[in-house]
């Protein structure tokens, strides 16, 4: 057993019983990420099945031309359901998961999920509490293609990074936020134009100070 690991799942998760704690710790490996570092893609087997331990890492949908739908964030000890539905399928993956910043996971191998739902009474909870999270989080993003304006959508971009890092400034292209949005490069510029002339949010190159965004 991994006496920093197990240290670090019970303050992470005190409702894990020790037993749990202690497996996680003996079987799990953690990986450390870079910004952009992919995990797994579409179409992968998943390998094993990625707790977050510390930053945050994005789950995104890609289109056949290569545009990214970004369905949501996961942030320190969380976990991705529509992985772990995978895993226990034996499925490949039908999502993208990249690290939004620097990372760390531990990586459970992809046969203890399911094996653990029926041992650890706390394992199970936290699956089905995770399961709802995220189903949660797919409707606001149906609901925001569906219903928001593309100006409401980028707004909703900045203040979903702001929640699941507390970082208020954004480091990439105009076009890596259009590929997000599944929009062009061309409308997300002009739209970033109109906020910056309102005071909302400050652009340099490859950067965007957005706290006048998300600190009212």
């Not at 945050?56 to 290569?66: A, D, K, Q, T, Y």
Request: charged share 30%; with cysteine.
């Amino acid at each position: 057993m991994d006496i920093d690991i197990n240290r670090r799942l019970t303050a992470l998760f005190p409702f894990f019983e020790k037993d749990l704690a202690a497996e996680m710790s003996r079987t799990g490996t953690i990986q450390k990420l870079r910004p952009g570092e992919k995990i797994f893609g579409e179409g992968d087997y998943i390998k094993s099945f990625p707790l977050v331990l510390e930053g945050c890492l994005r789950v995104s949908r890609l289109s056949g031309n290569g545009a990214e739908l970004l369905l949501y964030f996961l942030r320190q000890g969380e976990i991705c359901a529509m992985a772990l539905t995978c895993c226990i399928g034996l499925q490949k993956s039908n999502i993208m998961m990249v690290a939004e910043e620097d990372s760390e996971i531990l990586r459970i191998p992809v046969d203890k999920p399911e094996k653990w739902m029926s041992e650890y009474k706390s394992w199970k909870e936290f699956m089905m509490y995770s399961y709802r999270k995220r189903f949660e989080e797919l409707l606001d993003t149906i609901d925001a293609i569906a219903f928001m304006r593309l100006d409401e959508r980028l707004i909703r971009f900045f203040e979903e990074r702001y929640r699941s890092s507390g970082k208020t400034v954004f480091t990439g292209t105009h076009n890596d936020i259009a590929l997000q949005l599944n929009t062009s490069r061309e409308v997300v510029s002009r739209l970033l134009s109109r906020l910056e002339k309102e005071g909302r949010l400050i652009t340099e190159r490859n950067i965007i100070d957005y706290a006048g965004l998300v600190r009212k």
